[in-house]
C-alpha cells in the first residue's frame, strides 16, 4: 500500500495521494473531489477500491493515508511532464506515457522505490514515537501537579 503511494507521488500524480487522503481522512465525497482534482469520479473511485483491496479494511487504510500522507507529499518526483501525456523519467532519462510511469519506476528503479519507502516508514516511526512520549511527558507533568 505504501509503495502505491509512493509509486504515485515519484510519478509526479501527487494530485491521487492529495484526493485519497481528502477521502479516507476529511470524508470528502468522490464526486467532490473528481471536481477539485480534475479527476473522473469513476478514476477516483477505483484509487479508493485499489487501496482498500491493499490493507483490507477501511479502517486501516484510513489509519495508514493520515499518518503516511504528509510524509509522501515530501517526496519529489521522478517524472517531469513534457507533454499532454509524456513524461520524462529524470533517473534514466526515458521518456514514456504518464499511464505507465509508475510501472516504470517499479520495474527500473525499484531500489529507489524501496528507499523512499524505508524512509517514509523512518518518519511515520519517528513521529508515532515521539507523540507516545508526548503523551507520556503530559501525564507526568499531570502527576507532578
Ligand atoms: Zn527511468
Do not use: W
Not at 507521488?9 to 470524508?27: E, I, S, T
Not at 470528502?28 to 471536481?35: C, D, K
Not at 520495474?107 to 524501496?114: A, E, F, P, R, V
Request: net charge positive; glycine share 6%.
Amino acid at each position: 500500500m505504501l509503495e502505491y503511494l509512493v509509486a504515485k507521488a515519484l510519478a509526479d500524480k501527487l494530485d491521487v495521494v492529495q484526493a485519497l487522503y481528502d477521502y479516507f481522512v476529511n470524508g470528502v465525497s468522490p464526486s467532490v473531489l473528481a471536481v477539485r482534482y480534475g479527476l473522473s469520479k469513476h478514476q477516483i473511485r477505483g484509487y479508493i477500491q485499489r487501496i482498500t483491496e491493499k490493507t483490507g479494511s477501511l479502517t486501516r487504510a484510513r489509519i495508514v493515508i493520515k499518518y503516511a500522507t504528509p510524509f509522501i507529499l515530501r517526496v519529489r518526483p521522478v517524472m517531469k511532464r513534457v507533454g499532454e501525456n509524456l513524461v520524462k523519467c529524470m533517473v534514466c532519462g526515458d521518456e514514456l506515457p504518464i499511464q505507465v510511469a509508475e510501472d516504470h519506476i517499479k520495474k527500473y528503479h525499484s531500489t529507489l522505490l524501496s528507499e523512499y519507502i524505508g524512509a517514509v516508514i523512518e518518519l511515520m516511526r519517528r513521529e508515532l514515537r515521539a507523540s507516545r512520549e508526548g503523551i507520556e511527558h503530559s501525564k507526568v507533568s499531570e502527576s507532578v501537579k
